[in-house]
């Protein structure tokens, strides 16, 4: 066998052995690229819309109740902020049931308790949860439909159903009307969340 034949036939296993470290890096460089355009494309729960100021509506003609002490009484005008896509018919709708929620607690307040600004500042905030709470019920009732509730089966092996984790009692008016300002997410608004963001007295008079 001649040189050049040896010599030919040492070179190719070189020659392949030179392929390997190209074919791996290129492998490399496509499964980094397929896994840059996975993460990128990838995205989480989409985030609710912000929460935004919409039309004002007025709840009906005055408002003439006494108060807590029998003896005192109130005049007042009261309209509502809703919130950006809320619907104002629905409003008209439950008219009566939001006055009857604003006169209640008009006639729980005192005299002593509604004088300065600050006062009826709580007073806002205190009506803006009491006339979330009958939106939020009324919206309950329209949702209910009466279907038929899947029955529950019977543990098997003896198993217990693991119970739900129970909610956080929500704010009652009082508390979040004492709420400070920097544990809000919006100060300036009588309600983070709504659908009435803002309560608003055109007129409040007491006697």
Do not use: C
């Not at 890096?25 to 993460?39: D, E, H, R, T």
């Amino acid at each position: 066998m001649s040189d050049a034949s040896k010599d030919s036939k040492e070179e190719a296993p070189k020659k392949k052995k030179g392929k390997l470290p190209i074919i791996i890096a290129l492998v490399a460089v496509l499964a980094g690229g397929g896994y840059f355009m996975k993460s990128k494309g990838a995205k989480g729960p989409p985030k609710p819309p912000p929460v935004e100021l919409g039309v004002i509506e007025a709840l009906g003609p005055e408002f003439l109740t006494n108060l807590a002490d029998g003896r005192s009484y109130v005049l007042a005008e009261v309209s509502i902020h809703l919130k950006k896509g809320a619907h104002a018919e629905a409003i008209k709708e439950i008219l009566p049931a939001l006055r009857s929620a604003v006169v209640m607690r008009l006639r729980g307040m005192k005299a002593s308790e509604v004088q300065r600004p600050a006062d009826l500042l709580r007073l806002r905030r205190m009506l803006a949860v009491d006339l979330n709470k009958v939106m939020e019920q009324v919206e309950k009732h329209e949702e209910a439909a009466p279907k038929e509730e899947p029955k529950e089966e019977a543990p098997k092996h003896g198993k217990k159903k693991k119970a739900e984790p129970e909610e956080e009692p929500e704010m009652t008016a009082e508390e979040w009307a004492n709420l400070p300002d920097d544990e809000r997410e919006h100060p300036d608004w009588d309600h983070d969340e709504g659908p009435i963001l803002n309560v608003y007295f055109g007129k409040f008079a007491t006697q």
